[in-house]
């Protein structure tokens, strides 16, 4: 029943195994040849070169666990095991660097030189090797998909904290003296994070009854159309509440952007460094800095 | 609902109301560019703190507010705007421009004094 080669008549019809038969068999030939397979595995790695984040030692450490969990899952069917130990090694390699490729590279190598050992072993009796393929192809298949998918998911899982981290740390509404706030923005500015930057800002702003802001975007790297609109956007709003904004920092490169996409900045009062937006802020306000030598 | 208009030294206060209706609007515009004269007053203080939400008609009479007390030869100063009335109103674009705003009531009357003292 496992045969798919379309011939109607089977010229041996008593050698027709259930599929979970041939898996066995298989599953015993994988664990008798456990050593040879493995080391011919790790060959295989390296000549590639997949995982080179990681040592010789290491490899070899958790190529006999991949192994062993993924005779396994061809054993039991069970996925489950294999899924969490993808998912747990994701964890372990993840921070080295290694690639969602590199992970799915080894697996399919393992596949790779598992079916060349079956190969190997019924290169006499085809049929036989037919059989014995059509029961291992579907599992090796499956047990691919479930630890890339494992990986995938574990990799979205740290990105998706490293965002939140991110945006939790982001937005610093600071007051440096009566009615004076500092928002440093550094990193990347999405839409999201913009309007939530924009939301504290005028909450700041009421919270701490400011009348100058001083927006440092010394540490924004790049500047695209929707967030500059949405910068000039929070200008306008502050002045709303009574505030007057004060930009700084702004890179060459974004002035060029600026310049560029046309985005109209004769409402935004610029100041060349986060320096020079607190002096003027001082200005604004009324304050004078002198050296105490100044004063006497 | 009228909205009533408060007489203090040379400045007029007008406080926004939560529901105001388009007629009230216009009433209270009527009301505030008759009175400005009448009283000689030097300025006008719009409070919109109560207004949670600013519809394109009330954000397009207080500029015609403000305009027309300029003609009037007195200067306006909006109080009060909320943090997301504001926001909402400029992803509107009514952003309000030529028209001094302030924190509060308290700022806007801060205001006008050092506006008064540099003209006088």
């Known amino acids: 029943m496992a045969k798919r080669d379309g011939t109607p008549t089977d010229p041996e019809p008593k050698r027709t195994e259930e599929p979970s038969e041939l898996l066995r068999e298989l599953v015993a030939h994988l664990r008798q040849n456990r050593t040879q397979l493995r080391e011919e595995w790790v060959v295989r790695i390296t000549e590639t070169r997949l995982l080179t984040a990681m040592t010789k030692e290491e490899i070899f450490a958790e190529a006999t666990s991949v192994y062993d969990s993924y005779v396994e899952a061809l054993e039991t069917e069970a996925f489950e095991a294999l899924q969490a130990y993808a998912r747990n090694l994701s964890e372990r390699i993840i921070p080295r660097g290694v690639e969602t490729h590199e992970v799915v590279g080894i697996v399919l190598l393992l596949r790779d030189v598992l079916a060349r050992s079956l ?16 029961a291992y192809e579907p599992a090796a298949n499956r047990i691919a998909n479930t630890v890339a998918v494992g990986f995938v998911q574990e990799r979205e899982r740290v990105i998706r904290q490293q965002q939140e981290a991110i945006r939790e740390l982001s937005t610093p509404v ?4 009566e009615r004076l706030l500092i928002l440093p923005i550094i990193g990347v500015i999405d839409p999201q994070r913009a309007r939530q930057l924009t939301e504290q800002l005028l909450r700041g702003i009421r919270t701490n009854r400011a009348k100058v802001v001083v927006i440092d975007i010394t540490g924004v790297a790049a500047m695209d159309v929707t967030v500059a609109n949405h910068l000039v956007q929070t200008v306008e709003a502050s002045r709303l509440l009574g505030a007057t904004v004060i930009v700084t920092g702004l890179s060459p490169e974004i002035a060029q952007t600026l310049v560029t996409i046309g985005v109209d900045l004769g409402k935004m009062n610029t100041v060349g460094d986060l320096q020079g937006g607190i002096e003027q802020a001082e200005r604004l306000l009324g304050y004078k ?6 004063l006497r | 609902m009228e909205v009533p208009i408060l007489k203090q030294g040379a400045v007029l206060i007008a406080t926004f109301q939560a529901a105001l209706s388009d007629a009230d609007l216009n009433q209270l515009r009527m009301g505030l560019v008759q009175q400005v004269v009448k009283f000689r007053s030097r300025a006008v203080i719009v409070d919109v703190t109560a207004m949670d939400v600013m519809d394109s008609f009330a954000s397009r009479t207080l500029r015609e507010i403000a305009l027309m007390i300029r003609l009037r030869g007195a200067e306006t100063v909006i109080v009060g705007i909320q943090p997301e009335v ?3 109103m400029v992803q509107l674009g009514l952003t309000l421009e030529g028209v001094a705003t302030a924190l509060d009531l308290e700022e806007g009357l801060a205001y006008l004094n050092e506006e008064f003292k540099t003209t006088s």
Do not use: C, G, P, S
Not at chain 1, 125 to 130: A, P, R, W
């Open chain 1, 289 to 294: 800095v002198a050296t105490i030598a100044e």
């Open chain 2, 86 to 88: 504001a926001f909402a």
């Open chain 1, 119 to 134: 190969f190997a072993k019924y290169q006499t009796d085809f049929k036989k090797l037919n059989r014995i393929l059509d």
């Open chain 1, 174 to 177: 600071l007051q440096v003296r």
